[in-house]
């Protein structure tokens, strides 16, 4: 029998390449042996001895020290377990006295010394014994072991390092952060350089002994957010006796997503610290979980480097048991909390779903929690800056939603991106829900939710299917016009970005939203495509794909769903579609529907809905300008009338004679008006009134009243007893100013007043034009009454605005124009002095044509008999 040997000088430098890559984990071992020590001696003395471990660190002197007060060692101790590689008391006192907490194992811990040092010496005394030793080794396979004086039972261990190399890793602080990293939780207390307190915190915090639910969390919470990376959201404890865990899992307030972040999961086994991103203990899913986690190595089975452990059957179990704690927290805190529960839930939105999506049992568990945008449910009146949605759970919404007999239940939703806006406005209008399932894994999900429900419920696809209760079809009849104008839109919108678009009007709710826009995916990927074609950035090999994507897309459609509703569609199709400015308003309803899908937003529509809107704005600021005339005339001719009624109540007379013509306002009555208005205006030079010449008072009657006010002279057509004229003729006739009266009338066998029979008549008979004029015109200027006024001196001529319009030749100039000017300037005299400012002012926008028509009456009035 031949007894293997080894290389001492090749197995340290295996260690200090393999196991032991950091050099300063000699201290977390020499620690952990002294750990054992203690805990070994505390089994025989009981809980109530407490030990102590004391560590001198020496940089200057190249020396590190550590004293412990456990169970020492004899001779025997010496050879058998320290100095023999791959043997310990520590694993034996597992098996035989079954010692809870011990941490070594495997018996190599200790040479982890030799990395850093030249030579090792251990003095130590066996607990119950009297006899020391000395133990030495400077770094190979030989030993000495003296006899020495050790003054109490325990063991001390002191390190000469090699050199000045080593220096750094026995600095004080150094020391203190293995200690604060790997022991912190040891439950024997460390004490450094003299220090009179233990600088390891000994106690998790979780750890309850006596504390109240929330000390401990505070404690914990402290504890993360001092020596975790990222901040915590909320906290779940984690107490698994069955599997010897306990600790704390959180969610983090960093965002994850794909595993983009870091995570920072952190073990502890028998409290000692193994390592800190060991995701593996979490199921895959829970990617928005960080924690603290302490074990026990019956669950954990450790590797001999002691950062890492072996991936066995009673990992998965640990990570089903914390998987489910983060589950059950949640659906706890959905019932006690649900406000912070749906914070939550929103936080980490993107990397909940996605987990829903990639793991199916974590599906299985969260479907029902899982929290979508909605709208409200209710019209919303008042926009308030952002869209308002609601976030409710499927069960949630399939609840508030009818559920027709014996059918499965249907769930609207869409997947169009931006597209939310107006789904939710429709849904809200109609008072029923809606979810948004668009971002990403959302889709997936909802249809997932679908198959599971196996045919209980049925997904209705908005924004793909048009769902009847929302859409109502025209009327056949009363809505041909729509109908004409869908037609017609189909036809000359010829959109921007992608091929086609057809045009359909129905009937929605709400009426404020003019259209909608339904996008196929063919035909955004149409859009999508030419931008990246026309981007000259978009490589070659991106760009053969847009142009397969734009044949694809060529025969696809975007959809416009007028609604028949809206009272600016429907005054649209009254239109004629001739006027261009009418195209331009139709081209305006298709823009702001795509503004509003916002997913259809291409670089390329926004060009042309800036141009379009351009047009638009031209439009409505020439709208505004015309508006702004029209409003000017308008005072124009309130401040004459205002003169008027001055000029009346002041008591100025006209200086022309006015006659007042009493007759029905029939048409069959114009031709005769209009001969006593030549006569009277043209033959006399006087002005001729007629009730319906101008409105200047509201009422008929008040109207009437002015007119006849201003007359010098009456004329009634009496004939047919007509109400009105009989009314004025009443009027005048009780007037104090006796005013003549002239009645008139076709023959004599009419029934009249008994009042106004067998007075004198102008009979006319069946006279017409030419020969009535000149009979009207003997037979006033025979009559005595009227002969003296048309015969007083200082009498003016009346110029009217029929011999305005005549003399200037300009007949394109509105009939307003000539009676605003005459009743400016009424008479010849008057023209004599009338100022060209006030004519420009009158012709407004014709003003420069102010000049020749002043020019052309002047000639005209001097031209005239007198
Ligand atoms: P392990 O700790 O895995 O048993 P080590 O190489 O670290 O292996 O130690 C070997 C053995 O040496 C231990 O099992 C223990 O019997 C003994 N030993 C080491 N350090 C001490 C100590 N401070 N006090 C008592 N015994 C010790
Ligand atoms: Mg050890």
Redesign the pocket.
């Known amino acids: 029998m031949l007894e293997m040997k080894f290389d001492f000088d090749g197995l340290i430098q295996l260690l200090a390449c393999n196991l032991y890559s950091e050099k300063r984990v000699f201290i977390r071992?020499?620690i952990?042996?002294?750990h054992?020590?203690i805990m070994?001696r505390r089994a025989k003395e009981g809980d109530a001895f407490v030990g102590k471990i004391s560590i001198e660190t020496r940089p200057d002197e190249l020396r590190f020290v550590?004293r412990?007060t456990?169970?020492?060692?004899n001779k025997n101790?010496?050879i058998?377990?320290?100095s023999?590689?791959g043997?310990?008391?520590?694993?034996?006192?597992r098996k035989e006295q079954d010692i809870e907490g011990l941490?070594?194992?495997?018996?190599?811990?200790?040479?982890?010394a030799f990395v850093v040092a030249s030579r090792v010496e251990?003095r130590?005394r066996r607990l119950g014994e009297q006899e020391g030793w000395v133990w030495q080794n400077s770094g190979n396979k030989d030993y000495t072991i003296d006899p020495c004086e050790v003054s109490e039972p325990?063991?001390t261990?002191t390190v000469f390092l090699k050199g000045e190399e080593e220096k750094g890793v026995i600095h004080k602080e150094k020391v203190q952060k293995v200690i604060r990293d790997y022991t912190d939780f040891l439950k024997v207390p460390i004490h450094l350089n003299g220090s009179s307190e233990p600088i390891n915190v000994m106690r998790m915090p979780w750890e309850q002994e006596g504390r109240s639910r929330q000390e401990i969390s505070l404690d914990t919470r402290i504890y993360l957010e001092k020596t975790m990376r990222d901040s915590v959201l909320e906290a779940i404890p984690v107490q698994l006796p069955e599997l010897n865990t306990s600790g704390v899992l959180y969610i983090t307030r960093s965002r994850t997503f794909q595993r983009q972040l870091p995570r920072a999961v952190r073990l502890f086994v028998n409290r000692m610290f193994i390592c800190e991103k060991e995701t593996d203990l979490l199921p895959e899913w829970a990617q928005f979980i960080n924690g603290v986690i302490c074990s026990g190595d019956q669950t954990l089975t450790l590797t001999a480097a002691r950062d890492n452990f072996i991936r066995d059957e009673n990992l998965q179990l640990l990570q089903d048991a914390l998987g489910n704690l983060v589950v059950k927290h949640l659906e706890e805190l959905s019932q006690s909390n649900p406000k912070r529960f749906s914070e939550i839930l929103r936080f980490h939105d993107l990397s909940i779903k996605a987990a829903c999506w990639y793991h199916d049992e974590f599906f299985d568990k969260f479907a029902d929690l899982l929290q979508w945008r909605t709208n409200k449910g209710e019209p919303t009146t008042t926009y308030t800056g952002e869209f308002t949605h609601q976030w409710r759970t499927l069960s949630q919404v399939l609840e508030e939603l009818p559920h027709p007999e014996g059918k499965s239940q249907p769930l609207p939703y869409f997947s169009d991106t931006n597209a939310a806006n107006q789904y939710f406005q429709m849904a809200d209008a109609a008072k029923t829900l809606v979810v948004d399932a668009s971002y990403p894994f959302e889709q997936n999900l909802i249809k997932e939710y679908e198959k599971r429900a196996k045919g209980k419920i049925k997904l209705v696809a908005v924004d793909r299917e048009e769902d009847p209760n929302v859409f109502q079809e025209l009327h056949e009849q009363a809505d041909v016009k729509l109908k004409r104008l869908a037609e017609h839109m189909s036809q000359v919108i010829r959109p921007g970005g992608t091929g086609r678009i057809r045009v359909e009007a129905r009937y929605f709710e709400p009426t404020e939203l003019t259209a909608m826009i339904r996008s196929t995916e063919e035909s955004t990927g149409g859009m999508k495509a030419r931008e990246l074609l026309s981007d000259p950035n978009t490589p070659e090999d991106l760009r053969e794909m847009a142009q397969e994507m734009m044949r694809m897309s060529h025969n696809s459609a975007l959809r416009l769903i007028l609604n028949a509703g809206n009272p600016m569609v429907r005054l649209l199709a009254k239109q004629s579609f001739d006027n261009p400015n009418v195209l331009d308003i139709m081209l305006g309803i298709y823009n702001s529907s795509i503004l509003y899908n916002q997913e259809l937003m291409t670089p390329q529509n926004a060009r042309i809905f800036y141009d379009d809107f351009q047009k638009l704005l031209r439009r409505d600021l020439d709208y505004i300008i015309e508006k702004a005339d029209l409003q000017r005339q308008a005072e124009d001719l309130e401040k004459q009338r205002q003169a008027m009624q001055k000029n009346q109540k002041e008591g100025k007379k006209p200086k022309h004679l006015i006659f007042f013509l009493m007759t029905p306002l029939e048409n069959t009555y114009q031709p005769f008006i209009e001969t006593v208005r030549e006569v009277i205006e043209n033959h006399f030079g006087c002005q001729l009134f007629v009730a319906s010449d101008k409105q200047y008072e509201d009422t008929v009657i008040e109207n009437v009243r002015y007119h006849m006010d201003q007359a010098h002279s009456f004329i009634a057509e009496v004939t047919d007893a007509n109400p009105n004229v009989m009314f004025e003729l009443g009027a005048a006739r009780f007037d104090l100013r006796e005013r003549p009266i002239v009645l008139m009338r076709k023959n004599n066998n009419q029934y009249l007043p008994v009042d106004l029979q067998g007075r004198i008549y102008v009979d006319y008979g069946e006279k017409e034009g030419q020969e009535l004029a000149e009979y009207l015109e003997t037979q006033l200027r025979a009559d005595e009454r009227i002969k003296p006024l048309l015969n007083k001196t200082g009498r003016e001529r009346y110029i009217s605005p029929k011999f305005l319009k005549a003399v200037t030749k300009m007949q394109y100039l509105e009939d307003k124009i000539w009676q605003i000017l005459a009743e400016q300037y009424p008479t010849k005299e008057a023209w004599q002095t009338a100022s060209l400012d006030r004519v420009k002012e009158i012709l407004g926008e014709n003003d420069d044509l102010a000049e020749p028509v002043l020019n052309r009456i002047k000639q005209g009035i001097s031209g005239m008999s007198s």
Do not use: C, P, W
């Not at 941490?103 to 982890?112: C, K, Q, V």
């Open positions: 071992e020499l952990q042996n002294a054992d020590a070994r550590l412990d456990g169970i020492g060692m101790d010496l058998e377990y320290l023999t590689v043997k310990g008391a520590t694993r034996i006192a941490i070594g194992l495997f018996g190599i811990g200790f040479l982890s251990v130590t325990g063991t261990v």
